[in-house]
């Protein structure tokens, strides 16, 4: 689904902070990225949506490369940070607006709020608040559906298990597992938290420097080399 | 500790993101301050001389007029004046004492632009009072006077985040005013006396004093109190009401960027304050209808009026398009979005303001049908030319909006870019010089089909336009999603 050729980011300052040679995500597959802060994690997933421009190398999302065609927006849905939500909207009028750029109508969105009302825990839905009065937490909860309207291809997902607390966390475990029992979706998830990736993920890349330093898939040892890895 | 806090406030002038890269524009805001004090100090200086050249006492005069310089400054100081609640928050659990804090912050607005600027009136003009034999109770007058500025500095502090009493100010100020002309009712006549006493008694500028020192404190102790994350500090939030604008469904995409505009318009306070600004520039042009400025009586004025009264809306939202989307671009970039119809969304919205400013302004018949007609002609200049140069400048316009405060809509520097300059000059110099040339070598009215012929000319050149702004967008996207995410 997903192929990375030669992929670089340098900045100005001559920094090089992502190299990839070569990473391929095939379709269906539910892919953990970890790494500490700097690692790259977020400057991959912003060259894959196509924010940041590549500095060598290109990335194909269903064959479609991403920085000269826009053709892969359709089945590609993201959530990265708080500048993806829409602050002077309450959370039902920014799921409507996405949903209606999405090709879903009133009664799509609808469904699908209802199936996650748990996850939203009362909070969310008919709270009389406008997304920028929400706690960093709820705007997280409302980024991530959001990012599931329209029946995606590609899920991606920045630091989704960050600013959630325990019950949540495991309630997103269980929707991201779901997503990834599609054989027809391809989700990517990035984390700071080693036990969270290796439960969601079939498989899981470990950035250091921007570069790629483990790939694994998913075994009862991962979690264990995956600490010996990033112990101190 | 006031050293520490000084250094602070040093860096972070110094160190502001706006302050390196638009140095230009700093020094023309600079030479604007310039001007102001300059103005003030030459009022200040020659102020008496000629009220006494018409014949009246200057002191007695300026002190008919002082309740109105009084309100007006707090008008003034309310849009204007930052408060300076910031920065607070990371100094709340050092080892300071919260009154250090409060005095700090209070006193920091001391020396801010709007009392400094004051002081260049009173002071020459307390000294020419002086030097004409006024005595040492000038420099008591001076002192209320200065006292009376301060407390209003302080006044506004409190009242900054009651809307309310700002309006209640701004209708007072409008309603003593209208009395006045129309011989009502003149508070001046008491207000006088109360000015005069600073200068007549030894003791009455006390009572100023006074205020000052309970404003003063009234503010000190207001923030003392609420010096939490959950009171004073905290985040004002409203309640917040779903609006599904389901008529707008019809229109398709287009109806769904349009419902996130209106939205955008109504709950936002940087946005309302353009929408504030549209509609004083509806009554712009009362200034070159009224014949009262002789330099504007004249065609070429006329058309410029003509495009302003229409235009006010169109200039100031037009003009940031898509600066106002500046805080989620990324979501956008990343949506399956069509460029064409978040354009168009933006350009319909221009249109419906320009078409509901040019009906407010049907009180223009008032001045004759020729008048309304020239706003009518500038209204299609404005729909059919101008909304595409406007926006084609805002396509090079790359610093994001804040839309939470309203206090960048004023001597903003986010308007100023070379390009956007170039491309703003036709707007207004080619539909003058088109009436210009209509009304001297064939008639007034050949002249206002010539603006809005041009202006249905214009429509000629819409899709060109726009897919030149899309083009634009997409060549800038890098550069735009970076500097958005810069935050002022």
Known sequence: MIQVTNLSKTYTNGVRVLNIEHLEIPKGQ??????????????????LLDLIQPSSGHILNNTIQVNTSEAWKPFTAAFIDESFLIG??????????????????????????????EFFNGEILNSKKYLRDLSKGNMKKVGIIAALIGDPEVVILDEPFANLDPTTVNRLKKIIKELADDSNRTVLVSSHDLVHTVEVCNRIVALHLGEVVKDIQTSPETLKELEAFFAV | MFKHF????????????SFGTNLALKIIMGLGALYFMACFAILGTAVFFILEDEGLEPLAAINKFMIYYILFDLVIRYFLQKMPVTNIKPLLILPINRSTIVHYTLGKTTISFFNILHAFFFVPFTVVLLYKG????????????????YTNNFLNILVNSKNTVFYIALALLAALGASQYYNVFDITTYSKVFFQNMYDTNYWFLIAVLLVVGTYYSAYNYFKNRLNLDDGLAKKSEVAQTENFTWLDQFGTLGTFLKNDIRLLKRNKRSRTTLIMSFIFIFYGLLFFTQSIEAYDNPWMKVFAGIFVSGGFLFTFGQFVP????????????QNIQYREYISS?????????????????FYLYFGLHTYLIIVAGAIFNIGVNSHLVMLGGAFVKTPIDLTTSKQAFGDKQAFNMKTMLISLPKMLVPMGLYTVGYYLISPNAGLILVAAAGVLGFAFRNYVFDKIEKIYKSEKYATIAAYKQKN
């Not at chain 1, 539910?30 to 060259?47: D, R």
Request: aromatic content about 18%.
């Open chain 2, 323 to 334: 600066s106002w989307d500046s805080a989620y671009y990324q979501l956008m970039m990343s």
């Open chain 2, 346 to 362: 933006k350009w319909w919205l221009m249109v419906i303001g320009t078409v509901i400013s040019t009906l407010i302004a049907s």
């Open chain 2, 6 to 17: 000084i250094r602070l406030e040093w860096k972070s002038f110094t160190r502001s993101a």
């Open chain 1, 88 to 117: 002077y909207l309450t959370a039902e009028e920014y799921f409507y607006f996405i949903g209606d750029l999405r090709g879903q109508n009133k009664a799509d969105v609808d469904a699908l709020l209802a199936k996650h009302e």
């Open chain 1, 30 to 47: 539910s892919f953990g990225l970890v790494g500490n802060n700097g690692a790259g994690k977020t400057t991959f997933f912003s060259l």
């Open chain 2, 134 to 149: 006024y005595g040492y109770q000038a420099i008591l007058w001076h002192l209320a006077m200065m006292a009376l500025i």
